[in-house]
């Protein structure tokens, strides 16, 4: 039994922002009418939506507070809470139950936390937008469901918030339906997310089929303790691969994850929010829960592993050269997610919750921080027509710093300590197993630190190519969205103190992510990351001074590049003009992707398929039809001439023999009279003459 | 003076009958027709009345009485029928009347 304040109503988490979710969608066109039409200005429907639905985020958060403090309070071993409200599938074995335990935790409080802020920030930025309450809506239904993803105690109902974080990252890229691209980025991420999705619920029956159960728990105790059926280890690694086939849709990996740069379609906060902060790490989640199924695969382990490094360095290396900005972060977050892969598939699954968990705050402050330039240009995107933006806007530009740092990874803040443990244990473990993908690691954080302070320079230093009537509005954001820049840059920096690598000798004492995390990935560890503690600490002094210097490289590298002598950068252009070619056109996989599947599978097959219908199901059904009319038209032969004829024949007949007697009825009545009369005669003379 | 015996009253029934004959065969209005088989009846009546009275049996008066009401009957039917015919064809003559065959 579960005891404590906060811990047995732990399932009320989520209904602070369905509840939010449900008023907005239900009543709140009422509240705030003029929100219809996009120009709303304040009233006081507006005044209450603006502070129900954050508020009800940071209820949530501050109820998840209390839940996970009465959890830290228990020993390490008990910390598990599972609440079970009701019996919901007993088929399969899937209650509507919830568990915190140090995993979700973390989960709990970075999406109630980030999205908090990116809340109070979404008051300000969509202030004069259409569909206020719409917006705050869908915000606070996705909310809903990413904590029901996160809190599930089983694979189905993670399954319910999983679709649900779908559906509203769907409904808030389209958010401005008018526009035709962002209705496509809708139906894209929608459709490509179904690809994973289906892989995800093959997964969950394979589980079940195997495994007969579906709650964490269970499975890995089960797992744990090798007491599952021995038929059923040959399906661990598909179940295995087919659950990271569904992160891979969800958490945009290669080979789907096309969709994540085109959801930048969405408003600025949801891409923060759902695109940056949580619902694409919920394919890390997924991958980090399921710890002891994946220790079970080693081919797959490696196969994450491998995909999560090749996307890092391809998602990175396209971000070098777009101009858009929030594309350049859209694939920065791609190379990122890889970084958390990377890391869930050497073994370290607590380092990749760990990224996960700093890269909510660097990257959601990023996001917001391109959102508040974007809004102070009145809109603009691309970078080409931004510059000297440094003083113009100064707490933008202070944060963003910061954020930028962090993701390059300079030592003290948050990117620094996620990043380079990742890259740690890609180094030491199995033995040095994955030395190559080190490398690949290096590299894309070397091109992180270089996209990134391309982007700071494009922004905010240099001379101003922003158009005069533009320039003319440049203005800091209002408070409500500065504040929350200011909050998430200081998570920024200290985020990434609870994750301070051993080498650096903190006391005992000091908060560890990675023993808080230790009983959930209890027994995973042991099997991959052990050869890794043979490593000497100068080894790893060495390896943690080669990515600072390599990010220091690329930040000097971009800061000449883009400030100093700009024309570095298009002589570099045009001497490696088909390289940026390439990468400007994303390695063309859109179009790979269009041809292959679009125009090759879907309307190739479509031709094909019309073609195997005219020629084979038409065929058939006009071959059928054919039959019938010849079968038909023998049995009107048959009809006409033979039981036709023979009725007809009897007819002629009777019509013959009838030719004699006729003449004798004439309709006369007087010749009937007269034959009566001879009748009557002619018995009389029979009988006279006898 | 001499008696009237039954077979006077035979051949007025004979004549009767054979007048009666020729008219319904020879005449072409049905009114003459219809009138000439009156003549038929009428014929039989005697007879039967004749012979009613040479047997003393009164069966044959009874049948004479029924012969009668018979013809009015027959009357009744004939004419309506024949005035249905006239609204149709006007038309009496049994001549023009000839649809009732193949």
């Given at each position: 039994m579960v005891t404590g304040t906060f811990l047995p109503l732990i399932w009320l988490i989520?209904?602070?922002?369905l509840a939010g979710a449900a008023l907005m969608l239900l009543v709140g066109r009422r509240l705030d009418p003029q929100g219809t039409h996009g120009h709303g200005h304040g009233g006081g429907g507006k005044a209450i939506i603006s502070i129900l639905c954050p508020g009800a985020i940071l209820a949530a958060f501050l109820f998840s507070l209390g839940a996970v403090l009465e959890l830290a309070a228990r020993p390490p071993v008990e910390r598990s809470a599972e609440v079970i409200v009701f019996e919901w599938m007993p088929a399969i074995g899937a209650p509507w139950g919830f568990l915190l335990d140090p995993l979700s935790s973390v989960m709990v409080l970075v999406v109630t936390g980030v999205g908090f802020l990116i809340h109070v920030y979404a008051v300000g930025y969509m202030a004069h937008d259409g569909g206020y309450y719409r917006f705050f809506g869908y915000l606070n239904l996705f909310v809903f469901f990413m904590l029901m993803l996160v809190l599930a105690n089983n694979y189905v109902l993670l399954f319910v918030g999983w679709e649900?974080?779908?559906?509203?990252?769907?409904?808030?890229?389209?958010?401005?339906?008018?526009?035709?691209?962002a209705g496509d980025a809708g139906n894209k991420a929608f459709l490509v997310n179904r690809i994973g999705d289906a892989a995800f619920i093959l997964g969950i029956l394979l589980m079940f089929a195997a495994l007969g159960s579906v709650e964490f728990t269970r499975v890995?105790?089960?797992?744990?303790?090798?007491?599952?059926a021995p038929e059923a280890a040959q399906w661990l690694p598909w179940i295995a691969l087919c659950?990271?086939?569904g992160a891979t849709g969800k958490s945009a990996q290669i080979p789907l994850y096309v969709w994540l740069p085109d959801a930048m379609e969405g408003p600025t906060p949801v891409s923060a929010l759902i695109h940056a902060a949580t619902m694409v790490t919920a394919g890390v989640y997924v991958v980090a829960r399921s710890n002891a199924l994946f220790v079970l695969a080693p081919d797959v382990m490696s196969l994450v592993a491998v995909i999560g490094a090749a996307t890092a360095i391809l998602a990175a290396s396209i971000g070098l050269v777009q101009n858009d900005i929030k594309r350049v972060l859209a694939y920065s977050t791609v190379s990122q997610l890889g970084y958390m892969f990377l890391a869930c598939g050497v073994g370290a699954f607590w380092v990749g919750i760990f990224h996960l968990y700093t890269h909510a705050f660097f990257k959601a402050l990023l996001f917001l921080g391109s959102g508040s330039v974007i809004h102070a240009l009145s809109g603009e995107q691309d970078m080409r027509k931004m510059g000297a933006l440094k003083d113009k806007i100064p707490i933008t530009f202070r944060t963003m710093f910061i954020g930028s740092l962090a993701i390059a990874g300079i030592p003290g803040l948050a990117g620094f300590f996620s990043k380079d443990e990742i890259l740690w244990q890609t180094w030491s473990s199995q033995g040095g197993a994955h030395r190559f993908l080190y490398v690949i690691g290096i590299v894309t954080a070397?091109?992180?630190?270089f996209y990134m302070w391309r982007l700071m320079n494009m922004t905010f230093y240099g001379t101003s190519r922003t158009p005069h009537e533009v320039e003319h509005h440049i203005h800091e954001s209002p408070k409500v969205m500065t504040v929350p820049l200011m909050a998430l840059a200081a998570g920024s920096v200290v985020a990434g103190w609870v994750g301070i690598p051993k080498v650096f000798h903190f006391p005992e004492s000091w908060p560890s992510l990675e023993h808080w995390l230790a009983p959930v990935f209890a027994g995973s560890e042991a099997g991959v990351a052990a050869a890794g503690e043979h490593h000497s600490a100068a080894a790893e002094w060495g390896l943690m001074a080669l990515s600072v210097a390599l990010a220091a490289g690329g930040i000097w590298l971009a800061r000449r590049m883009y400030h100093h002598k700009p024309e570095l950068a298009d002589g570099m252009e045009q001497k490696l003009k088909p390289l940026h070619t390439l990468l400007y056109n994303k390695y063309y996989i859109d179009e790979i992707y269009g041809a292959l599947f679009v125009n090759g599978l879907a309307k190739g097959g479509g031709t094909l398929l019309s073609r195997f219908?005219?020629?084979?199901?038409?065929?058939?059904?006009?071959?059928?039809?054919?039959?019938?009319?010849?079968?038909?038209?023998?049995?009107?032969?048959w009809d006409t001439w033979i039981i036709d004829g023979s009725v007809r024949a009897g007819a002629f007949l009777v019509k013959l023999a009838s030719y004699p007697v006729r003449v004798l009825q004439t309709g006369l009545v007087g010749s009937y009279a007269l034959f009566i009369v001879l009748g009557v005669i002619l018995m009389f003379g029979y009988y006279l003459w006898k | 003076m001499h008696p009237v015996t039954t077979v006077h009253y035979l051949f007025l029934s004979a004549a009767l009958l054979i007048v009666g004959t020729i008219g319904v065969l020879t005449r072409r209005n049905i009114v003459v027709i219809l009138m000439s088989i009156e003549l038929i009846l009428n014929a039989v009546n005697i007879n039967l009345i004749a012979f009613s009275h040479q047997l003393a049996n009164v069966h044959g008066q009874v049948f004479a009485i029924f012969v009668i009401t018979d013809a009015a009957a027959e009357a009744a039917v004939g004419l309506g029928i024949l005035i249905a015919l006239f609204r149709n064809k006007e038309t009496v003559n049994a001549d023009e009347v000839d649809i009732l065959k193949w």
């Open positions: 989520p209904l602070f922002p649900g974080v779908g559906l509203c990252s769907y409904l808030l890229i389209g958010f401005y339906f008018l526009r035709k691209p890995n105790e089960l797992l744990r303790s090798g007491r599952y659950l990271f086939i070397s091109f992180t630190a219908d005219a020629a084979v199901v038409d065929g058939g059904v006009n071959g059928a039809g054919w039959m019938t009319r010849f079968t038909s038209s023998l049995s009107i032969w | -």
